[in-house]
């Protein structure tokens, strides 16, 4: 597709980006009471496993839902990050008899792959534990292969909420239901005497029950709807390239913990986990946006919109990168702070803490460029940097973690995250003809160092007076950063 570039927005057409702006500002709001409200809650949760169970428990936890989170991205063969290409463009021209067609032949492909490999990964349980020399981490396993179809469609039919435009949900049933349910029922198992498992347990089955109202909600919305029939014949190439895509993205963010149990002690494991858990919380204003924005980057570039799309997804990184620097700076001065809410044995991982941290800031400052290249025609190239980051992630670990244990798998995943991310910038200049990071990166980047540099100043003096004045200044930082355009579209949330 040859992009157009024209200098100048008429009015017509910034009404438009507006009303884009306005449509991920308001579904990023809403994921964000939903996502706040879950992420206290998984925080909750891995606190409570790690005050009760202690941290090799946790760290076993950490491994499993590791396998989960790769898991499910490889039984759809990609069909869930497609359903937020195609089907959200289905869902834009209101063709709902198309939109459900997909998701059906999504789940029967699903429920195929996942039974064959749940079955494959209870199988061989043991030789797994055995591969990590943690015999212990074999009832986990199993756990996982006996429940991993379910996770896999409930994973699906969350993430097509989506293309829905309801992301508010995907954050409800991922984020708050299914950490409550977890929390509660962990809490049952450990006081039952089920406390190795219990975790493990816990979650798997919560997310079975959440399983239950989803298939509600879509029966629901589709009722009365016929779905048209779609072969996966037609979708097959572009679908299993977003799946390697996400696979190998995931297995470049998770790999770390599977290599640290690889190396290191399962208590090592778990304070690792406490700490890259932390720093995800940086990042949560990209990750709202991008619970909003992949269909509408789908439909704007299909249509040729690409000017249109430039505005929204250079702006929305700079909501990130203002969102991410105030948190992350939080981090930076106060890491033992944060990791003291997880318990005494959890201090080490103070070094990891800040260096994921940093990191995190970075990559929201640069944006969707990953959505960016998967919701258009390059998923090819998306592919292939994922696949090269992931093969610099997998050596980083491997030379790191035996000689510096946490601080090499955290130096490791924090340069394989910024490094692929710089190159699908540079990548999307050179293919669409525009930067997709920030608007004015530089000023949001220097004025969040001084900052920082003031109030690691004023720590020094007296940690008291540095946590206010960090605040203070985070509203000016804010002021300075959002301009009457953000506000304006902030504003009208509430009318």
């Known amino acids: 597709m040859e992009v157009q570039r024209h200098p100048h927005k008429n009015k017509g057409e910034e009404e438009k980006i507006n009303l884009h702006l306005k449509d991920v500002a308001r579904g990023s709001f809403l994921s964000f009471l939903g996502r706040i409200l879950g992420i ?34 490889i039984s759809s063969l990609g069909l869930h990050t497609s359903v937020l290409k195609f ?3 289905a869902y834009s021209r209101g063709d709902l008899g198309r ?133 996966f014949s037609g979708f097959f190439r572009v679908s299993l390239l977003l799946m390697a895509s996400g696979v190998f993205y995931f297995l470049m963010i998770q790999m770390d913990r599977l290599m640290l149990g690889y190396f ?84 080490g991982g103070r070094p990891a803490l800040m260096i994921l941290t940093s990191a995190q800031i970075m990559s929201a400052g640069l944006g969707s460029v990953g959505y960016i290249l998967s919701m258009t025609e390059y998923q090819g190239f998306y592919f292939r940097i994922t696949m090269l980051s992931v093969a610099i992630n997998f050596v980083g670990n491997l030379l790191l973690i035996p000689r510096w244990g946490i601080i090499g798998a955290a130096l490791s995943t924090g340069f394989s995250l910024v490094f692929s991310k710089v190159w699908e910038l540079v990548y999307i200049r050179e293919k669409m003809g525009f930067w997709a990071w920030a608007l004015t990166p530089g000023r949001g980047i220097l004025s969040f160092l001084a900052v920082l540099g003031i109030s690691l100043l004023l720590l020094r003096i007296n940690r008291l007076l540095a946590f206010p004045v960090f605040l203070l200044l985070s509203l000016l930082y804010l ?12 504003l009208s949330l509430f009318r």
């Open 264 to 347: 290191r002690p399962a208590r090592e494991v778990g304070v690792y986990s406490a700490a890259s858990r932390t720093a995800l919380l940086v990042g949560f204003g990209l990750t709202m946006v991008n619970y909003i924005l992949p269909p509408i980057i789908s439909s704007l570039f299909s249509e040729g919109r690409i000017r249109e799309m430039e505005a929204v997804v250079r702006r929305t990184a700079r909501w990130s990168l203002v969102f991410s620097a105030v948190v992350g700076g939080l981090f930076l001065l106060y890491p033992d702070a944060v990791l003291s809410v997880f318990g005494r044995d959890f201090a």
């Open 99 to 231: 939109l459900k067609g997909f998701l059906l032949m999504s789940l029967k492909v699903t429920l195929v792959v996942s039974a064959i490999l749940g079955g494959l990964t209870f199988l061989f349980a043991r030789d797994v534990g055995n591969f990590f020399s943690k015999p212990l981490f074999t009832p986990h396993v199993k756990l996982f292969g006996i429940f991993f179809p379910v996770l896999s469609v409930f994973y699906l039919l969350t993430e097509s909420l989506k293309a829905l435009k309801r992301a508010e949900l995907t954050a409800i049933f991922q984020g708050a239901g299914l950490y409550l349910l977890a929390s509660i029922s962990y809490l049952v198992f450990y006081f039952m005497g089920c406390k190795f498992v219990s975790p493990t347990l816990s979650l798997f089955l919560s997310a079975s029950v959440l399983l239950g109202g989803l298939i509600l909600i879509y029966r629901g919305f589709f009722s009365g709807i016929r779905a048209e029939e779609l072969a």
């Open 479 to 490: 002021f300075l950063n959002l301009d009457s355009q953000d506000r304006k579209v902030f």
């Open 40 to 73: 206290a809650l998984s925080l909750g949760f891995t606190v409570l496993v790690a005050r009760l169970s202690g941290a090799r428990v946790l760290g076993y936890f950490s491994m499993v839902f590791t396998f989960y989170l790769i898991g499910v991205r």
């Open 87 to 89: 089907g959200g463009e």
